[in-house]
């Protein structure tokens, strides 16, 4: 990845006739650490969702603990 800040990174694009997305990780994450993210990132987008219906929020920003 070329940001060196990003840990994690999920892109939904369209190219040519379809909707693709991409799930990205850095280098020096560990699978474990890739795996516990990637589950905080969905969690997050879970919790995040009702209030997209709701209120038509457009984006959302969240924080993942520490892993234990």
Known sequence: MKDSKVLVAI??????????YRVECANNITTEEFEYYL?????????????VCEENIRSYKGKIDKMK
């Open 11 to 20: 892109t939904a694009s369209r190219e040519k006739d379809e909707i693709v």
């Open 39 to 51: 589950g905080e990132i969905v969690s997050g987008i879970c919790k995040w969702k009702n209030g």
